[in-house]
Every structure is written in structure tokens, then in C-alpha cells.
């Protein structure tokens, strides 16, 4: 099965989420991403169980976030330290940060790989 595109946006009470394809019409809200991704999956689950489709899981699921977003939620990651780490200027990955410009899907690939990077990282490590 296909991965499932959903467009997050920040509310004033959590998170809304709604299909990337116009043929899926699904949306939902939630008030932290956790609950958000349960709920788009439970959306996705009834729309699917009424037009007679297999259910999804969550791994069906890509959770799609602009950059100003990303580091408003995943306040943890430190911006500064980010742009160091990937090659880029501070100033320019601080103003993506704080949505004064947009960056290019380069840049934006570049952001997101050194995120994952990080991550894959993360995942490798123990403390002791």
C-alpha cells in the first residue's frame, strides 16, 4: 500500500492534519502529534471500513510538517546546533525556523536528512 500524505497545521488548541490526496477526504485534529497520528489513522480506518478497503496502520501514514512547525514542536532540537551539524548558515536555518522565509526543497531535504541522521543516530546509543 501507498503511504498515506498528511498536511499538519497548528491550531490554537493542538494540531489539525487533513489528506494531501483530494480523493482521500479525511481530516482530523489532535492535541499533540501523538494523538494527532492515532486519530488520522482512525480517521483514515472509518472512511476506509465505509468504502469496503482494508485498514491502515500508523506506518501507513507520512505526517508532514513545514519547517517553522517542526521546531516549534520538537522545541528539544536546538536550531543553532542543527545548522552547525548540516553545513548551513545559522541565520538562514534560524529564519526558516521562525517561518520568515521558506527554504527550497533542497534545503529542505538537507534539513530534514540531518534531522534523520541524527535520529538514526539517537536510536544507536546507550547511556551508562
Known amino acids: 500500500m501507498k503511504k498515506l500524505i498528511f ?8 494540531y489539525s492534519a487533513y489528506a494531501a490526496d ?3 477526504p479525511v481530516g482530523t485534529t489532535g492535541e499533540n502529534m501523538t494523538a494527532l497520528k ?4 482512525d480517521a483514515v480506518n472509518t472512511y476506509r471500513e465505509h468504502a469496503g478497503l482494508k485498514p ?3 506506518d501507513n501514514i507520512i505526517i508532514q510538517l513545514d ?3 517542526f521546531f516549534e514542536y520538537y522545541k528539544v532540537i536546538n536550531a543553532k546546533a ?19 522565509k521558506a527554504p ?4 529542505a531535504n538537507k534539513i530534514v536528512e540531518g534531522i534523520k541522521e541524527l535520529g538514526r543516530e539517537l536510536v544507536k546509543l546507550e547511556l551508562v
Open 7 to 14: 498536511i499538519v497545521e497548528k491550531t490554537s488548541t493542538g
Open 22 to 24: 483530494d480523493n482521500l
Open 38 to 41: 492515532q486519530n488520522v489513522v
Open 56 to 58: 491502515v496502520t500508523e
Open 67 to 69: 519547517i517553522k512547525q
Open 82 to 100: 542543527l545548522a552547525e551539524r548540516i553545513g548551513m548558515s545559522q541565520s538562514l536555518l534560524s529564519q526558516y525556523a521562525n517561518g520568515i
Open 104 to 107: 527550497s526543497e533542497r534545503q
